[in-house]
């Protein structure tokens, strides 16, 4: 018990990432839970904001997590292990969401409707809640470009592999996910700075 | 019109994604273009509008549920399941019966009758 202890303490401070999936590839919990707590509050919250989904997310990220221990021992060090363990997430980010608006499309939209309606966006939670809602409308490349980007800090190269894109691409991507937000979110605050003056 | 020629360039040029030549060619245009200094400008209140979006926290149970899961799945693969099964009526078909076995009390079903199958196979399983 101590002795895994032990080891969980090496993996958390010395080991690099390939280190670490190699050991999960090999089986061995320890690494393997290192793993999860170093990536676990990252990919939980790309999924939640990339969904927009917070009960759905939780098992997005514990199928990823799956998937990672299943697939470690072919992981090729070709590129960061985080950068894999994101595209896993998108992936499987991407299914559910086609999946929901293939067959739920109506319920989706009357789920986020009730929390953008009312009067005063005023405090920062209703900014912030505002703000999801209109990354939920970017088409879903734009926005995983855009979370990828923004929160995770992801290199336009990385991006690209994570979505399967070329570097121009992700560079359009990104440029046209912030214009649309831009539209969205600042062009609304100035009419209403207008309209207030 | 200058403007639309840097278009998706002056994202690239915040993220610092532009490499020597351009780069430069995109700061002198900025130094000169209010336009696209505000634009810029608004590209990164969009960034941090985006930083303010809200987070989730996981449950206490996060990992565990993953391990529990991983070993659900080891349990019910679908090849070892069949393999163990074919084990089973193999040793049946061939007669074998194993001395010892915790299911001795049934070893005088007939060969190959239904009740000696039945509990072979469970045998296994266990």
Redesign the interface.
């Known amino acids: 018990m101590s002795d895994s202890a032990a080891r969980g303490n090496t993996f958390e401070k010395t080991e690099s990432e390939y280190e670490l999936i190699k050991a999960v590839g090999a089986g061995d919990i320890v690494a393997f839970e290192m793993l999860i707590k170093r990536y676990r509050d990252p990919v939980l919250n790309f999924i939640f904001r990339y969904t927009g989904d917070r009960f759905g997310a939780e098992d997005i990220a514990q199928e990823v997590f799956l998937k990672v221990y299943l697939a470690a021992s072919g992981f090729k060090p070709r590129g960061k292990v985080s950068t894999w363990i994101f595209k896993i997430a998108y992936n499987l980010s991407m299914n559910e969401v086609l999946r929901r608006s293939r067959f739920d499309r109506a319920s989706a939209s009357d789920e986020l409707g009730p929390e953008l309606q009312g009067p005063g966006d005023t405090g920062l939670k209703e900014l912030a809640q505002e703000v999801m809602d209109s990354v939920g409308r970017l088409p879903e490349k734009q926005r995983a470009a855009l979370l990828l980007r923004v929160d995770e800090d992801l290199s336009y190269a990385e991006i690209g592999n994570v979505l399967s894109t070329s570097i121009a691409g992700v560079e359009s991507l990104l440029f046209r996910a912030r214009e649309n937000l831009r539209k969205m979110l600042i062009g609304k605050s100035k009419g209403m700075n207008s309209g207030k003056g | 019109m200058e403007k639309d020629r840097f278009?998706?360039?002056?994202?690239?040029y915040r993220?610092g994604?532009l490499d020597g030549g351009l780069r430069e060619e995109v700061s002198a245009h900025l130094r000169n273009c209010t336009t696209c200094r505000e634009?810029l400008a608004?590209?990164e209140?969009?960034?941090s509008?985006?930083?303010?979006?809200?987070?989730?926290?996981?449950?206490e149970s996060?990992?565990l549920?993953?391990?529990a899961?991983?070993s659900r799945?080891k349990r019910n693969r679908p090849l070892e399941r069949f393999l163990r099964l074919a084990g089973s009526f193999f040793e049946l078909a061939a007669g074998h019966k194993d001395e010892g076995d915790a299911l001795d009390e049934f070893s005088d079903f007939p060969p190959l009758s239904m009740s000696y199958a039945y509990f072979r196979v469970i045998g296994q399983l266990r």
């Open positions: 278009g998706s360039k002056l994202t690239a993220d994604e634009e608004e590209f209140a969009v960034d509008l985006v930083r303010m979006m809200p987070k989730i926290d996981a449950t996060f990992a549920e993953i391990i899961g991983l799945q």
